[in-house]
């Protein structure tokens, strides 16, 4: 099969990921084979190519936003061969810790990652434990529920650890997968928006999708925020957030990874600001239940993209560019095509 392999972390302008041939992974007792379909590109994936996060294997092929259907499984199990199914961050834990025993897998510390422990989606097959797979809704198409597999997932867990109130207003800094999900399903629930990027093509989607007010980074919104969450990865824009929260306001910090944040004035901000939550990401019986997917198709938010083709070996430049912007790989038969959200 043909995948994107790092050997060793680089810069992305470096061209660390190759297309190889490899074999084809071989399913264990309880795993699955999955024929991928579409595997969405995440920052995370970035932070594993160029060295933000620490490398726990000599080569890995990255991607925890997978898409694909069932080529082999044990007989009994909750999936069938044909099944379609979807494969995130969190590929496996312990099962026995406090946090595993009170459906909190994702703060498990033996926990095991996709794209990162283990070979993710940037390849034509991949294998998953079974436990940890989803059954991915007929409504999204393959392109549409990929992204729900981390973004959905970051944006719906950081808006429930943000505790926005009924019609309450909710600050969003940084604008890209997770944040333009988050938009549709908090808006879908009464709140209103305002959106803070650097992009103004991001705060032109942003108003699209109903936004009320969209500002650069360091604009202040026209009223006091009730909830707001930091998705941009950077430490600076945390005392900047909190300074624009009501009184008893919450702040949620969606990222993985996030430059460090500088110290905080307490004198300006500990008598006008409530806390501020650090948001992990999560799978399990806790994910089950409030899933984004089964939220996202209910209220009708479906992330944006769009398409070029796959990259070969002869690619890898532009492949590198892709990277950087997070696009999509998508496996299509005859062809090959990639998604951009």
Request: glycine share 10%.
């Amino acid at each position: 099969m043909r995948a994107m392999v790092l050997h060793g972390q680089a810069p992305i302008e470096t061209q660390p990921l190759r297309c190889e041939d490899v074999p084809v992974p071989a399913p264990g007792d309880d795993e699955l084979l999955v024929r991928v379909r579409a595997c969405g590109i995440c920052r995370t994936d970035l932070h594993v190519v160029e060295g933000d996060l620490p490398p726990v294997r000599k080569r890995i092929v990255p991607g925890h936003q997978v898409v694909g259907v069932v080529e082999s499984a044990t007989a009994g199990g909750r999936f069938a061969r044909g099944d379609r199914v979807g494969i995130a961050w969190l590929r496996r834990t312990c099962g026995r810790c406090a946090y595993c025993v009170s459906a909190r897998e994702n703060l498990c510390e033996r926990a095991e990652f996709t794209g990162w422990h283990a070979d993710g989606g940037f390849a034509e097959f991949a294998v998953v434990p079974a436990a940890f797979a989803y059954a991915i809704p007929a409504v999204f198409g393959d392109v549409e529920a990929a992204p729900l597999l981390c973004a959905g997932i970051i944006g719906f867990r950081a808006l429930e650890r943000a505790a926005v109130p009924a019609g309450g207003r909710l600050g969003l800094w940084g604008f890209g997968s997770s944040a333009h999900v988050t938009l549709q399903i908090s808006r879908a629930r009464g709140a209103r928006v305002y959106v803070l990027t650097r992009e103004p093509s991001h705060r032109e989607l942003a108003e699209a999708l109903g936004a009320v007010w969209t500002g650069d980074l360091g604009d202040v919104p026209p009223e006091p925020l009730d909830s707001a969450i930091v998705f941009a990865p950077v430490g600076e824009l945390v005392p900047v957030a909190l300074q624009r929260l009501a009184r008893g306001g919450t702040l949620a910090l969606a990222g993985i990874y996030m430059t460090p944040t500088p110290p905080l004035d307490t004198r300006a901000i500990s008598f006008t600001s409530g806390r501020c939550d650090r948001s992990r990401r999560t799978r399990g019986r806790t994910a089950r239940r409030c899933s984004p997917k089964r939220r996202g198709s209910r209220c009708g938010s479906r992330p944006r993209r769009s398409r070029s083709p796959m990259p070969t070996a002869r690619s890898a430049r532009s492949s590198a560019a892709r990277l950087r912007a997070r696009e999509f790989w998508y496996h299509d038969a005859p062809s090959a095509r990639m998604v951009l959200p």
